[in-house]
């Protein structure tokens, strides 16, 4: 655990430096600004997630370099954790908490077998549609919410979270569900699987809107979070 706490400083650390130079370069409120410097170094955490699953799916690294990131998302999750509840009011704590504890122990999944290295670095490919989820908010925050641009990227993001979160985690709890993992296992991938399906369910019925009425409308708290 002393590692995953030095990792997790080293984000803290990343993300003030991130804060530091929006706050000097950015016109947005305060708000805002601890929303981009926090999604800035989820996309860094998102990158390095999906860099080293795409690794080892294709074989270019072995199980002991899964095993070694899933200490970096440990990592990052504690950070994120508790960055999010100093900053309570500026995002939604419940449902992300959720999501977090239930990810971190999921992380502890025994990689002996070669079968639950490969699920995990699957499951981890779902950071890549972090990319385009903080895309779009970013051009919420612009004003483009009604540009081209933005319904692209919000296409985008419906058929990549289907993929990758969707279909991927219901896939992935289905195996766990059925095989003879242990009860955390199955508690917290089943967990993953609803909110992804959840938030699939909210992302889908934006897209429904936007196709039917070519725009898209956002209460405060969506454009908020």
């Known amino acids: 655990m002393?590692?995953?706490l030095t990792i997790s400083s080293l984000y803290l650390?990343?993300?003030q430096i991130i804060l530091f130079?929006?706050?000097?370069?950015?016109?947005?409120?305060?708000?805002n600004n601890i929303h981009i410097a926090s999604k800035i170094t989820s996309c860094i955490n998102a990158g390095l997630a999906v860099i080293s699953s795409y690794l080892?799916?294709?074989?270019?690294?072995?199980?002991?370099?899964?095993?070694?990131?899933?200490?970096?998302m440990r990592g990052y999750l504690i950070f994120d954790c508790a960055n999010i509840s100093?900053?309570?009011?500026?995002?939604?704590?419940?449902?992300?908490?959720?999501h977090h504890i239930?990810?971190?122990?999921?992380?502890?999944?025994?990689?002996?077998?070669?079968?639950?290295?490969?699920?995990?670095?699957?499951g981890l490919m779902g950071e890549f549609t972090n990319f385009s989820l903080y895309f779009g908010w970013f051009l919420l925050k612009k004003n483009l919410g009604q540009s081209k641009l933005f319904k692209l990227n919000a296409y985008v993001l419906i058929i990549l979270w289907?993929?990758?979160?969707?279909?991927?985690?219901t896939h992935l709890t289905w195996h766990i569900l059925t095989n003879k993992y242990g009860y955390s296992e199955k508690t917290t991938i089943f967990i993953l699987s609803c909110l992804n399906?959840?938030?699939?369910?909210?992302?889908?019925?934006?897209?429904?809107e936007m196709k039917k009425t070519n725009k898209i409308t956002f209460t405060k708290e969506e454009k908020d979070y």
């Open 2 to 4: 002393n590692t995953e």
């Open 56 to 72: 080892y799916i294709i074989g270019y690294t072995d199980i002991k370099d899964v095993a070694n990131y899933l200490i970096i």
């Open 86 to 98: 100093y900053y309570s009011n500026y995002f939604e704590l419940k449902s992300t908490l959720l």
């Open 21 to 31: 130079i929006v706050k000097k370069k950015s016109t947005l409120s305060n708000r």
């Open 162 to 169: 289907f993929i990758l979160r969707s279909l991927n985690f």
């Open 197 to 208: 399906n959840f938030w699939f369910y909210k992302l889908a019925k934006k897209g429904i």
């Open 13 to 15: 650390f990343c993300f």
């Open 102 to 122: 239930s990810l971190f122990f999921i992380t502890y999944i025994d990689l002996q077998y070669k079968q639950n290295a490969y699920y995990a670095a699957r």
